[in-house]
């Protein structure tokens, strides 16, 4: 298994992310793989199968790793221009994690398993947790 690192260029927060994703038309997939929303890319990934073997795609929201989708299906389409394309099929569940740091880049890099950050759900802290954005604001001061 292998996962995704991908930037969310142009989106402001993991919410524009959810309603950038829930505006496109739905992909046809079928009923098995439930609710599903898409994602292009250029070219297709060369570790498809250890992608859609349970990977995710971990998005990049202004300068930190912020929310991770599964990666359920990967197909090839041909664009507007006739170019083909790779559309990632993703589950429509947006998994918040911890806010790593992530310099720019261009197109997609693979992410291994250890270097994914952790849920923020998977922690099993109790008490009330602090807002995601704000614990990416003190993460980036040093403070947590």
């Not at 099993?124 to 990416?136: I, Q, R, S, V």
Request: charge should be positive; glycine fraction near 8%.
């Amino acid at each position: 298994m292998i996962h995704l690192l991908r930037l969310a260029v142009g989106i402001t927060d993991v919410e524009h992310l959810k309603q950038r994703q829930l505006s496109r038309p739905r992909p046809e997939v079928p009923k098995k793989l439930g609710a599903c929303v898409w994602s292009w890319t250029k070219r297709r990934p060369t570790r498809a199968e250890e992608l859609v073997g349970g990977g995710s795609i971990y998005w990049v929201i202004k300068g930190q790793i912020r929310v991770r989708q599964r990666i359920l299906r990967i197909d090839e389409v041909a664009d507007d221009a006739g170019l083909s394309r790779a559309r990632l099929i993703l589950r429509k569940e947006w998994l918040l994690t911890d806010p790593v740091p992530k310099r720019a880049f261009q197109g997609w890099r693979y992410l291994a398993p250890d270097d994914a950050p952790a849920d923020l759900d998977a922690r099993g802290e109790t008490g009330d947790a602090l807002p995601p954005h704000l614990a990416a604001e003190l993460k980036s001061l040093g403070l947590l």
